[in-house]
Structures are given as C-alpha cells and as structure tokens.
C-alpha cells in the first residue's frame, strides 16, 4: 500500500523525509526561540495559591481536544506543500552574551572626588592592583604639601604655611614654620628658640634699630663665607650639636638673583660639612622690604615646603625700615691687611691687620666706638652648659702700646662695651685708621671664623647696640 501523498525524499540516515508541514512547524518554532535571549529568561515565581486538582470531566477533555488539535495539522499539511519546498536557510543560533549588569554582589564605584591637593586622581584597575601611595594620601613627612597652605600674617608679611607645618613664633623679628618633622620632644637637641634644622626661618624687620646690634640675617651676610649662620653649630637633622674643633667647615656663598612676589631678590647658598654629615644652607632676602628666609640643615625632602614659603610671600602689607642698615653709606668701614679666606694656623705667628673708619656724609658723627671681634663658629671651644670665646689674643694699638680687647662675645654683651680711651669723632671726609693684632689660640679648631670690624654709637651695656657701618671677612682656621 502506498501513500497518496507520499514524503519528499532527502531525509538524513536513509529515514523519511519531513513533510512540508513539518519543516514549516521546525522554521516557525526556530524562528521564535531566535527572537528569546538569556535577558529574557528568569526564575519561575513560586505560586501564591494552592493548585487545584483537575477534574475527572477536565481528564476526559483533554485527549479530546488533542485529536482536534491533530486534524487541523493534517489539513495545514495538505494543502503546504508546495510553500515548504522553497529552500530557506535555517536562522543563525543565537549567541550569548554577559550583560553589564552588577550581580548582587557588585560595589557601586563612587565617582572621583579631587585629591587634597586638588588633583583628581586616575581611576585605572582594581584597587588590588594599584599601589599603596595611589590608594592612601601621602603622609606629612614627605616634604610635599598635601592641601592647600595656610594663610598666615607676620608683621605685615603675608604667606601660607603647607599643610602639615606649624608657625612658632621666635622673637619679635623672627617665626620659626616648622616642618611636620620635627619632634615634638624638647630633649632632643632642639628648642624651640631654634628653628634649625627641622624648620624654615622667617625674618622681618620693621625699624632701623632691629638691624643694629649683631642681627641675623642681613644683606650683608648674603656675601659673608660665615654668613649662612648666626652662631656656629651643626644643624645636623636629628642631631643638632655644637661642633668638636676641626668637625663644621664650609664653601660659599654661591650668589644668584631672583624674583620672588614679583620683586627682585637674592639667594645665597652654602655647602656645610659636619663630620660625616653634608647639606646645603640657603638664605633669600627681599633687601628693598627687609625680608628674609633661611634654611639651614633642612631635610631635602622638604624644599617643596620651602619653596612654596617662599613663593607664597606677599610684602605688601609690610612698612620696611627707612634705613635698611643705617649709616653704610655715610660711614664707612674696611678691613686691610687680611681677606677673606685667608688661612691662618693654629697657633700660629700674630698677624698684624688694620681697620679704617671713614667718614663719606656730610654731617659730622661727634662719638665713634671702634668695635673689632672674632665670632662663633664651628672651632670655637665647647663646654656643656657654657658658652666659651674663640681661644686666641686679640690687641690695638694705642699711645701706650697695645691693649687686649675681646677676642669673641661669650654668654653676655660686655665684649661690645665702650671704652673712653677708643671713642672718637668723625667730620664729613674725615677718617681713623686702627691696628690690631690677632692670634689664634692652641683651643680653637678649624673652620671658617668671621672677624668683624664695626662701627657704633658707644655702648654703655644696656640696650640694643647702633651699627652705625660694618665689614666682616671669615678666615680660614687650619692646622
């Protein structure tokens, strides 16, 4: 018996072929599950009623209708033939792809916030993969500042102090921004009327009488080899100490312009040597406003410290001195038969100098005090707990011979103290030449000692003392 309507041939494995109705079924069903996605596909809901049982009428009715179902398949069948015999490519399988929605386990990423130096930072990789100083604010201890600075106002002269530093007050001339670190413990060789070397020193002065007297820093010591000190130590980060003989010595100034708040400036250099230790001290002064900074011993991790101070001063606000140093111009002073750098040995010969006092004004200076000393520095005998002179002989000529003056201040002011026998007037072109004799003591150490030759209203032993001029040379102490 054959089939009226038989199959078309072709079936795989030798087996019949499907019928046109078939095929027709297999591309509609391909058709709609290309059109489902895994998007589209989720858990079934948990039913929310209980499920009721069929009824024996409803069991009877199902196998009914699945007849109904059948014919009308096989009527579609009849008349499809022709239709299912156009070859029509399968549609392609769909592909799967992850969606870029977070799992339930997914952190929402904030967005970046600036930094607090005002930076955004660049988001790049999981946290595990980036390193610790991207991930955790830079501590205060590597110098850079890591905010915005600090407004801060010193006698008229405005500036910001970087974040993490701290203003401590010195003297009425001088503050003291300490880096953040310094220690806090005042044992530690360090007080806070030193800022050397955990911080930055800042000196304004207001009236001419503050120059007066042996103040440091000024204009002057931007050319003195002493110069980038006021009393000779060792700013040695995390030992600061009085210097063994022979232990401190220096090269410099190395002296270069700048611009600093839009005005000129000048910044002076020097190398320092103490024992194994070596770092650069660095002095800038405003000289039209009277301004100075100074690091000495500063940790080179914090010159961005420094260096933002310094661009950060704003003068404006500050009255100056009339006379920066009163009298240079019209009295002046200098030293012959000795210069700077000139070596001198331990124990030495005497040598023989002089020091001329010259009147250029035209005004007449009825009292002069001839003040010529020896000053601290890094050979100068130490005792703990006293502050002893250079060791050495220091003599004027006078009508009766020669007269021992003070080699070097100590711990008081009576080195400067005027003697009636010295004092002298000046008129206009008028001057006064001084010969003096020094030695240096078997005491000393080596080392740069400044010799400083001044002129002053006489001093009586209280009060600040008037410069009235001054020149200073350091010399070179050797073995």
């Known amino acids: ?34 059109l489902i996605t895994v998007h589209d596909l989720r858990p079934a809901a948990p039913p929310r009623g ?15 209708l699945a007849l109904a179902a059948s014919l009308g398949i096989g009527l579609l069948a009849f008349h499809g033939d022709p239709v299912a015999k156009q070859d029509v490519p399968p549609p392609p399988a769909a592909s799967i792809t992850t969606p870029p929605t977070p799992g339930p386990d997914a952190t929402p990423t904030p967005d970046a916030s600036p930094t607090p ?15 610790l100083s991207d991930l955790v604010p830079s501590s205060s201890g590597s110098g850079v500042p890591t905010g915005p600075g600090t407004p801060y106002t ?5 500036l910001k102090v970087p974040a993490g530093w701290k203003a401590v007050p010195l003297s009425d001339q001088a503050v003291c921004l ?35 007297g042996g ?12 110069g980038w000190a006021h009393q000779g130590s060792c700013p040695v980060w995390g030992n600061p100490h009085p210097p063994a003989a022979g232990e401190m010595n220096s090269a410099g100034p190395t002296k270069s312009a700048v611009t600093v708040a839009g005005s000129p400036a000048v910044r002076s250099q020097w190398q320092v040597t103490c024992g194994s230790d070596s770092f650069t001290t660095q002095l800038w002064a405003l000289p039209k406003d009277q301004v100075f900074v100074s690091a000495q011993g500063l940790r080179s991790d914090y010159q961005p410290g420094l260096t933002s101070i310094v661009n950060s001063l704003d003068p404006s606000g500050h009255q100056a001195p009339a006379a920066a140093e009163p009298g240079p111009n019209d009295l002046a002073v200098s030293i012959d038969g000795l210069s700077s750098g000139q070596q001198m040995r331990i124990g030495s010969a005497v040598a023989t100098f002089s020091v001329t006092f010259r009147n250029t004004g035209q005004g007449t200076y009825d009292q002069v005090q001839p003040l010529v000393f020896t000053d601290r520095y890094g050979g100068t005998p130490t005792t703990p707990g006293q502050l002893l002179p250079n060791d050495g002989k220091l ?17 008081d002011t009576s080195y400067a103290v005027a003697q009636d026998q010295d004092v002298f007037s000046l008129g206009p072109g008028q001057s006064r030449r001084l010969t003096y004799r020094l030695t240096i003591g078997p005491k000393d150490g080596t080392g740069d000692m400044p010799l400083r030759a001044q002129a002053l209203v006489p001093y009586r032993g209280s009060g600040d003392l008037t410069v009235l001029g001054h020149q200073d040379i350091a010399l070179r102490i050797v073995q």
């Open 50 to 64: 209980r499920v009721r049982r069929l009824r024996p009428m409803y069991l009877t009715a199902v196998p009914v």
């Open 215 to 226: 103040a440091w820093p000024t204009t002057a010591d931007l050319d003195a080899p002493a």
């Open 117 to 131: 130096d005002g930076t955004t930072p660049t988001t790049g990789g999981p946290a595990a993969d980036r390193p």
């Open 178 to 212: 300490l880096s953040p670190g310094a220690p806090t413990d005042p044992q530690r060789n360090w007080s806070s009327a030193v800022c050397a070397p955990y911080g930055v020193q800042v000196t304004v002065y207001s009236s001419a009488g503050e120059l007066q």
């Open 1 to 34: 018996m054959t089939d009226k309507f038989p199959r078309s041939g072709g079936g795989d494995g030798g087996g019949p072929a499907e019928t046109a109705t078939e095929r027709l079924l297999r591309e509609a069903m391909d058709a709609r599950a290309s």
């Open 395 to 411: 003599e004027v000529q006078t009508d009766g011979g020669w007269s021992v003056r003070a080699m070097s201040r100590g711990s």
């Open 154 to 158: 010193f006698r008229g002269v405005k």
